[in-house]
């Protein structure tokens, strides 16, 4: 299966430490944060991503020429950027023979089981499913609101008056589909252009997998207080990572 890998962020908000070094290549833990990335792609036969670059794009380059790790990747450099729907959509050819792909934001680290949620999603018969999860900000968040059949009802990024606690995990799978719901522009947000529109078209699959948003020098933290104690673990050939 292929996959999106939206990784050209410049983790403004985890200064100094991206002054230098790519938000995707971040050490947690003692490794690169992509590489949690490429454990969970290995586990479940992800084995063509896109990964899209801007700031520090030469040394995301760098390491993955030493490191893909068997798993082919096409790399992208955007000097303005697309936003993440703007890269799902500037990239269309990616997919565009796939009946179905994953888009994962590279910012996150997590041990979801992917292929529990390809079940789900198969099960559904949605355009898109999305990969949610329990909150306790959910005004920080993307946030959906889902029916008695997992079907999204409504999305909203970062509401003033949330409807339920329950927040997008910055994962998608999905169909050919979701090209249709891309507004006519060029660059555009997923969360704020694009999710919104799928009201009815897409389900919500809620995820108890480890997940946290390593955007902030205190999240960082607390992903590496996680590591060192054992909550947060990959399992590799029967053996913790």
């Known amino acids: 299966m292929k996959a999106?890998?939206?990784?050209?962020?410049?983790?403004t908000r985890l200064r100094p430490l991206t002054?230098?070094?790519?938000?995707?290549?971040?050490?947690?833990?003692?490794?690169?944060?992509?590489?949690?990335?490429?454990d969970l792609f290995e586990i479940h036969g992800i084995d063509e991503i896109l990964i899209n670059t801007s700031h520090?794009?030469?040394?995301?380059?760098?390491?993955?020429?030493?490191?893909s790790r068997g798993i082919k990747i096409k790399l992208t450099f955007e000097e303005t950027l697309l936003g993440s729907g703007g890269t799902i959509k500037k990239n269309w050819d990616?997919?565009?023979?796939?009946?179905?792909?994953?888009?994962?934001?590279?910012?996150?680290?997590?041990?979801?089981?992917l292929d529990k949620m390809a079940g789900f999603h198969d099960e559904k018969k949605m355009d898109v499913t999305l990969a949610l999860f329990k909150v306790p900000n959910p005004r920080e968040c993307g946030i959906v609101e889902l029916d008695e059949d997992?079907?999204?009802?409504?999305?909203?990024?970062?509401?003033?008056?949330?409807?339920?606690?329950?927040?997008?995990?910055?994962?998608?799978?999905?169909?050919?589909?979701?090209?249709g719901f891309f507004p006519d522009k060029d660059i555009f947000d997923l969360g704020y252009d694009v999710l919104p529109r799928l009201a009815g078209r897409?389900?919500?699959?809620?995820t108890g997998?480890?997940?946290?948003?390593?955007?902030?020098?205190?999240?960082?933290?607390?992903?590496?207080?996680?590591?060192?104690?054992?909550?947060?673990?990959?399992?590799?050939?029967?053996?913790?990572?």
Not at 154 to 170: L, M, Q, R
Not at 213 to 235: P, Q, S
């Open 19 to 38: 002054l230098h070094t790519p938000k995707c290549l971040v050490p947690v833990g003692g490794r690169p944060l992509i590489e949690y990335w490429f």
């Open 202 to 206: 897409a389900a919500g699959y809620i």
């Open 150 to 179: 997992s079907t999204v009802v409504s999305f909203a990024e970062k509401p003033e008056n949330p409807v339920s606690d329950t927040a997008f995990a910055g994962i998608m799978l999905s169909t050919r589909a979701l090209a």
């Open 94 to 113: 990616f997919v565009s023979a796939e009946e179905s792909f994953f888009i994962f934001y590279a910012d996150n680290l997590t041990n979801i089981d």
């Open 209 to 241: 997998d480890y997940l946290l948003d390593i955007g902030t020098r205190e999240k960082l933290h607390r992903a590496e207080e996680d590591i060192k104690n054992n909550r947060f673990r990959v399992m590799m050939n029967g053996a913790a990572r």
């Open 56 to 67: 520090l794009a030469g040394k995301v380059r760098d390491y993955i020429a030493e490191n």
């Open 4 to 11: 999106f890998l939206l990784a050209a962020g410049k983790g």
